[in-house]
C-alpha cells in the first residue's frame, strides 16, 4: 500500500458539476501539496497546507490532521479543468507523492 | 520571463551514452529539485540541493549525477544510460531549505527515451 492514496483514479464529470478529489496519507508530515498536471505535461503547485482549508478561486483545499485526509474541490467544472491532480506529502525531508487522479470534463 | 527553465525539453539517444539536461530558476530560490516521473506518471524525488550543498540523495543509481554550480543552476548528468531511464525528469525550486513545507515551481520537464 502506498503511503499516499487518491481517490477515485479517474474521474469524469459535466461542465459545472462539483467535483472532490481525496487523498489519504499514512506518514507525518509537515505540509501537504495539491499539483496539477495539464495535458502537455506541465506542473503547477495548486495549493500547500499544514492545516485547515484555503481557497483560490474555483479550487478548495482542506485538510484534516487527525485523520490525515485532505480533499480537493472544483466548483462550476469546466472543460480547463482536465488534468492530472497529484496530491504529495511532505516531511522530515521526504517527499511522497500520490499516483493522481486524472479528471476529465466534458463540455 | 520563465521561472524555472529546463532543456533540452526533449532527449532520444542511444543505451551507453552519456547526456545532461539543465536547469535554471531566476525566482532566487534556495533550493533546488530533480524528480523523476515513470511511464505509470508516478513522480520521484532524485536529489535536493541547498545553496548548492546536495541535502537529499534518494536511492538513485551512481550513475545519476547533480551538479550546482551556483544556487540558481542545477544540472542533471546521467552516465551510461540505460533503458529504465527513460522518463520525463522535473527540475524544481523552492524558497527555502524548508523543503516540502514549502510551495514548489517546477520547470516544464524533460521527456529522455533511450533506445
Known amino acids: 500500500k502506498n503511503e499516499v492514496e487518491q481517490s477515485p483514479q479517474n474521474l469524469t464529470a459535466q461542465e459545472g458539476e462539483f467535483i472532490t478529489i481525496n487523498c489519504s496519507y499514512s506518514?507525518?508530515?509537515?505540509?501537504l501539496h495539491w499539483l496539477q498536471q495539464h495535458p502537455g505535461g506541465g506542473i503547477v503547485s495548486l495549493f500547500m497546507?499544514?492545516?485547515g482549508k484555503k481557497k483560490h478561486g474555483r479550487l478548495i483545499a482542506t485538510i484534516n490532521i487527525q485523520e490525515k485526509h485532505s480533499s480537493l474541490h472544483i466548483t462550476a467544472s469546466h472543460p480547463r479543468d482536465s488534468a492530472v491532480y497529484i496530491c504529495?506529502?511532505?516531511?522530515?525531508?521526504?517527499?511522497?507523492f500520490g499516483q493522481g487522479t486524472r479528471l476529465t470534463i466534458n463540455p | 520571463d520563465t521561472a524555472v527553465s529546463q532543456t533540452p525539453k526533449y532527449l532520444v539517444t542511444q543505451m551507453g551514452n552519456d547526456k545532461s539536461i539543465k536547469c535554471e530558476q531566476n525566482l532566487g530560490h534556495d533550493t533546488m529539485y530533480w524528480y523523476k516521473q515513470d511511464s505509470k506518471k508516478f513522480l520521484k524525488i532524485m536529489f535536493s540541493?541547498?545553496?548548492?550543498?546536495?541535502?537529499i540523495n534518494e536511492t538513485v543509481p551512481n550513475r545519476f549525477s547533480p551538479k550546482s554550480p551556483d544556487k540558481a543552476h542545477l544540472n542533471l548528468h546521467i552516465n551510461s544510460l540505460e533503458l529504465g531511464d527513460s522518463a520525463v525528469y522535473f527540475c524544481a525550486s523552492s524558497q527555502d531549505q524548508n523543503f516540502f513545507g514549502d510551495t514548489q515551481y517546477f520547470g516544464p520537464g524533460t521527456r529522455l527515451t533511450v533506445l
Open positions: 497546507l499544514s492545516s
Open positions: 504529495a506529502v511532505g516531511g522530515a525531508q521526504k517527499l511522497v
Open positions: 506518514v507525518g508530515i509537515s505540509a
Open positions: 540541493y541547498n545553496n548548492k550543498e546536495l541535502i
